[in-house]
């Protein structure tokens, strides 16, 4: 009973061991200031590969050569410059030099472009964005993919960010994909416009004269319409601005 009362009295005197409270009694020992400056000098050296990537992608121009290790590769990430076209050209996009994005680039960009770095043992540059041309700096005459180049118009895909492309868009852009679509949208455009009009509204009598001849006007009306607009505002087909820095053109 003796040893009993004993053994309970001690237990009830020690206390539950508390790891953090161990733990700061552990860095207490070590010098603070020294502490501290290794860590300001980690966060200095990551701010400085930060900034670096930074300039690179703010001043990347012209087409350059990253030589990735062929073995780190993904191959789901490699796109060839046929392939970026006619995402461009369907959906109105711009594919250019990141210099010219004007847009906040995300720091998990940033990431993603040190672990590449880190991975292929390389410094990636010549870097492209394909965007709408909203979101470039473009000189006079919605969703942003960075790319660096691979060399033989083969590009790597880094990072997609922002929201995704109205899924119309695709669709609504299709007139002006290229000089043939853009005839035939007027030609069907001119057509039903021409259906719309009541029969008889010209002549007396209904008749396929009546019909071509408003056809014929309500083409040229449209046609001229839509051609006044596009010198107007300096537009082009998507087929012709795809990689163009000119927002008139």
Same mark, same amino acid.
């Given at each position: 009973?003796?040893?009993?009362?004993?053994f309970?009295?001690?237990?009830?005197?020690?206390?539950?061991?508390n790891?953090?409270?161990?733990?700061?009694?552990?860095?207490?020992?070590?010098?603070?200031?020294?502490?501290?400056?290794?860590?300001?000098?980690? &966060?200095?050296?990551?701010?400085?590969?930060?900034? #670096?990537? $930074?300039?690179?992608? @703010? /001043? *990347?121009?012209?087409?350059?050569?990253?030589?990735?290790?062929?073995?780190?590769?993904?191959?789901?990430?490699?796109?060839?410059?046929?392939?970026?076209?006619?995402?461009?050209?369907?959906?109105?996009?711009?594919?250019?030099?990141?210099?010219?994005?004007?847009?906040?680039l995300?720091?998990?960009?940033?990431?993603?472009?040190?672990?590449?770095?880190?991975?292929?043992?390389?410094? &990636?540059?010549?870097?492209?964005?394909?965007?709408? #041309?909203? $979101?470039?700096?473009? @000189? /006079? *005459?919605?969703?942003?993919?960075?790319?660096?180049?691979?060399?033989?118009?083969?590009?790597y895909?880094?990072?997609?960010?922002?929201?995704?492309?109205?899924?119309?868009?695709?669709?609504?852009?299709?007139p002006?994909?290229?000089?043939?679509?853009?005839?035939?949208?007027?030609?069907?455009?001119?057509?039903?416009?021409?259906?719309?009009v009541?029969?008889?509204?010209?002549?007396?009598?209904n008749?396929?004269?009546?019909?071509?001849?408003?056809?014929i006007?309500?083409?040229?009306?449209?046609?001229?319409?839509?051609?006044?607009?596009?010198?107007?505002?300096?537009?082009n087909?998507?087929?012709?601005?795809?990689?163009?820095?000119?927002?008139?053109?």
């Amino acid at each position: 009973m003796l040893h009993t009362f004993i053994f309970e009295k001690n237990n009830a005197m020690l206390e539950n061991t508390n790891i953090k409270s161990r733990l700061d009694a552990v860095r207490e020992k070590s010098s603070t200031t020294h502490i501290l400056a290794e860590v300001e000098a980690l &966060l200095s050296e990551t701010n400085k590969s930060d900034e #670096a990537i $930074l300039q690179r992608i @703010e /001043n *990347a121009e012209g087409e350059k050569h990253n030589a990735f290790q062929f073995d780190l590769i993904e191959t789901d990430k490699i796109y060839h410059i046929t392939q970026i076209e006619k995402i461009c050209v369907n959906y109105r996009l711009r594919f250019l030099d990141s210099k010219l994005y004007k847009g906040k680039l995300p720091y998990e960009a940033i990431t993603k472009i040190k672990t590449l770095e880190e991975k292929h043992n390389i410094s &990636l540059d010549g870097f492209k964005m394909m965007a709408p #041309a909203k $979101l470039f700096k473009l @000189e /006079n *005459a919605d969703d942003p993919l960075l790319f660096a180049p691979m060399g033989n118009g083969y590009y790597y895909f880094i990072h997609k960010w922002g929201s995704d492309l109205h899924p119309l868009r695709k669709a609504m852009m299709w007139p002006f994909k290229t000089f043939e679509t853009f005839m035939f949208t007027i030609f069907v455009l001119s057509l039903l416009l021409t259906y719309l009009v009541p029969k008889g509204f010209f002549m007396d009598q209904n008749s396929g004269t009546e019909f071509f001849l408003l056809f014929i006007f309500m083409f040229k009306w449209v046609g001229g319409i839509a051609l006044y607009y596009g010198f107007a505002k300096g537009k082009n087909f998507n087929s012709a601005i795809w990689r163009s820095k000119f927002f008139n053109a």
